[in-house]
C-alpha cells in the first residue's frame, strides 16, 4: 500500500466549476507537497506545507495534521487548469526525498 | 522556467547503447535527485545526492549509474536498459534543512521521455 493516496484518480469538470482533490498519508512528516504536471512532462511545486493553509491566485491547499489529509482546491477552473495534480509527503529526512502519490488527472471542458 | 535544466528531452536508444541524462541546477541548492515516472505508478526515487552527507540508491539496478561532479550538475548514465525501462525520468534539486536552517519545495526539471527499443 502506498504510503499517500489521492482521490479521484480522475475528475472532469466544466469551466468555472469548484475542484477539490483530496489526499491522505499514513505516515508521519514534516511537509506535505502540492504538485503540478503539465502532457509535457515537467513537474511545478504549487504549494509546501506543514499546518493550517495555502492560497495562491485560484489555488487553495489545507492540511489538518491530525486527521494525516490535505486538499487542493481549485476556484473558477479554466482549461488551463488541465493537468495531472500530485501530492507528495516529505517524512523530514536529511535526504529531503519525496514520497508521491499517483496523481490526479483534471481535465476542465471550455 | 524552474531553474533546472535537462537534457535531453527525448531519447530512444537500442539495448545496447550507452547514453547519458544530464542535469543542471541554477538554485544553489545543497540536495539532487533522480527520478522514475512509469505509466500508471507514482514517482519513484532513484539515487539522491545530498552534499552535506550521503547519498542513497533506492535499489536500482546498476544499468544505471549516476554520477555527481559538482553541487550542480547530475548524469544517469545507461547501458544495456531493458524496454521495461521506457520512461520518463526526472531530475530535481531542493535544499535539504541543515542546523537551523527550513528545507525548501523541490525544483523539478522537464523530464527525459526514454524509449529503449
Known amino acids: 500500500k502506498n504510503e499517500v493516496e489521492q482521490s479521484p484518480q480522475n475528475l472532469t469538470a466544466q469551466e468555472g466549476e469548484f475542484i477539490t482533490i483530496n489526499c491522505s498519508y499514513s505516515v508521519g512528516i514534516s511537509a506535505l507537497h502540492w504538485l503540478q504536471q503539465h502532457p509535457g512532462g515537467g513537474i511545478v511545486s504549487l504549494f509546501m506545507?506543514?499546518?493550517g493553509k495555502k492560497k495562491h491566485g485560484r489555488l487553495i491547499a489545507t492540511i489538518n495534521i491530525q486527521e494525516k489529509h490535505s486538499s487542493l482546491h481549485i476556484t473558477a477552473s479554466h482549461p488551463r487548469d488541465s493537468a495531472v495534480y500530485i501530492c507528495a509527503v516529505d517524512r523530514g529526512s536529511t535526504l529531503g526525498r519525496l514520497y508521491f502519490g499517483r496523481g490526479t488527472q483534471l481535465t476542465v471542458w471550455p | 522556467e524552474t531553474g533546472v535544466t535537462q537534457t535531453p528531452r527525448h531519447l530512444v536508444m537500442g539495448m545496447t547503447n550507452k547514453k547519458s541524462l544530464k542535469c543542471e541546477q541554477h538554485?544553489?541548492?545543497?540536495?539532487m535527485y533522480w527520478y522514475k515516472q512509469s505509466a500508471k505508478k507514482p514517482l519513484e526515487l532513484m539515487f539522491v545526492?545530498?552534499?552535506?552527507?550521503?547519498?542513497e540508491n533506492n535499489s536500482v539496478p546498476s544499468r544505471f549509474s549516476p554520477e555527481c561532479p559538482n553541487s550542480s550538475h547530475l548524469f544517469l548514465h545507461l547501458h544495456t536498459l531493458q524496454p521495461e525501462d521506457s520512461a520518463l525520468y526526472l531530475c530535481a534539486s531542493s535544499q535539504v534543512p541543515g542546523q537551523g536552517t527550513r528545507g525548501t519545495e523541490a525544483f523539478f526539471g522537464q523530464g527525459t521521455r526514454l524509449t529503449v527499443v
Open positions: 506545507l506543514s499546518s
Open positions: 545526492y545530498n552534499f552535506k552527507e550521503q547519498t
Open positions: 538554485l544553489g541548492h545543497n540536495a
